[in-house]
């Protein structure tokens, strides 16, 4: 796992906060100083804090379960989708669907309902329908693609939530938390870092500062990810050896019993 220096956070911008008036209480022991009415976060505790999960998010990623980001505002939504992409994992970058997952049953039906679409199109029976059904299939496919597209592989509930700007992203984080889900987030001096599992103290505003810390965790994620695929492929070979040592065996307990029988004979 890569590590990310203080001169790397200091350079994105990780540490402009707020203005002080905005400020959370819960925020203090993250807050460095206060200078032109803007909070400074301290990046030794930011550089802590996102090794802490870091290491968490690697050993998700290892145990081969899945890992929801979430970031619906303007600023981070492209770089959210860019990275969660890298590694394979579902991300919600348009509206939070409510109950997205108190209801995921039901969240799975809408996304069922958009594979059923495609196979229409690909068996001929989309073909069948009037001009006006297939328009109006249609706007719902690609209404369902925009919402929901980016979650299709996601059969079941995720292990962990990693969210960009609580404040913005509160519906997500108190599901999670009802359901007992773990929440990593970038929390910027406004937010209230006890309402998440994982609080990485930093600028949730700023592209490159939302960039940094988003490349430093998912390239955590991709560590996992290679451990594991090491893992598979070990256990591969250990079970095609012990294939192979069965059949050895096998065939000389046959060779064996041939060998009797012929002096019987």
Same mark, same amino acid.
């Given at each position: 796992?890569?590590?990310?220096?203080?001169?790397?956070?200091?350079?994105?911008?990780?540490?402009?906060?707020?203005?002080?008036?905005?400020?959370?209480?819960?925020?203090?022991?993250?807050?460095?100083?206060?200078?032109? =009415?803007?909070?400074?976060?301290?990046?030794?505790?930011?550089?802590?804090?996102?090794?802490?999960?870091?290491?968490?998010?690697?050993?998700?990623?290892?145990? =081969?379960?899945?890992?929801?980001?979430?970031?619906?505002?303007?600023?981070?939504?492209?770089?959210?989708?860019?990275?969660?992409?890298?590694?394979?994992?579902?991300?919600?970058?348009?509206?939070?669907?409510? =109950?997205?997952?108190?209801?995921?049953?039901?969240?799975?039906?809408?996304?069922?309902?958009?594979?059923?679409?495609?196979?229409?199109?690909?068996? =001929?029976?989309?073909?069948?329908?009037?001009?006006?059904?297939?328009?109006?299939?249609?706007?719902?496919?690609?209404?369902?693609?925009?919402?929901?597209?980016?979650?299709?592989?996601?059969?079941?509930?995720?292990?962990?939530?990693?969210?960009?700007?609580?404040?913005?992203?509160?519906?997500?984080?108190?599901?999670?938390?009802?359901?007992?889900?773990?929440?990593?987030?970038?929390?910027?001096?406004?937010?209230?870092?006890?309402?998440?599992?994982?609080?990485?103290?930093?600028?949730?505003?700023?592209?490159?500062?939302?960039?940094?810390?988003?490349?430093?965790?998912?390239?955590?994620?991709?560590?996992?990810?290679?451990?594991?695929?090491?893992?598979?492929?070990?256990?591969?070979?250990?079970?095609?050896?012990?294939?192979?040592?069965?059949?050895?065996?096998?065939?000389?307990?046959?060779?064996?019993?041939?060998?009797?029988?012929?002096?019987?004979?």
């Amino acid at each position: 796992m890569a590590k990310v220096d203080v001169k790397q956070l200091l350079d994105a911008g990780v540490h402009f906060g707020h203005l002080t008036r905005k400020w959370n209480p819960q925020m203090a022991p993250y807050i460095f100083m206060e200078k032109n =009415g803007i909070h400074i976060i301290d990046l030794h505790k930011t550089s802590v804090k996102l090794d802490e999960a870091s290491r968490a998010l690697e050993k998700i990623a290892t145990s =081969g379960r899945k890992i929801l980001f979430v970031a619906t505002k303007k600023q981070a939504k492209d770089i959210v989708a860019k990275h969660a992409e890298a590694v394979n994992m579902p991300y919600i970058t348009e509206r939070w669907p409510g =109950g997205m997952l108190t209801n995921f049953v039901t969240i799975r039906k809408a996304v069922k309902k958009m594979n059923s679409i495609d196979r229409m199109k690909k068996d =001929g029976t989309f073909e069948t329908l009037s001009k006006k059904e297939k328009l109006q299939i249609d706007r719902l496919r690609a209404k369902l693609e925009k919402n929901l597209g980016s979650i299709a592989d996601m059969t079941r509930l995720p292990s962990a939530l990693f969210v960009v700007d609580i404040l913005r992203e509160h519906i997500a984080v108190t599901e999670a938390k009802k359901l007992g889900i773990p929440v990593f987030a970038i929390v910027d001096t406004n937010s209230n870092p006890q309402l998440v599992d994982f609080p990485i103290p930093g600028n949730d505003d700023a592209s490159k500062s939302v960039d940094l810390i988003l490349e430093t965790v998912t390239n955590s994620i991709k560590d996992g990810l290679s451990v594991r695929k090491a893992e598979k492929v070990k256990a591969k070979e250990e079970n095609s050896e012990d294939s192979d040592d069965d059949f050895i065996v096998e065939e000389e307990v046959v060779l064996e019993n041939t060998e009797e029988n012929t002096k019987e004979d």
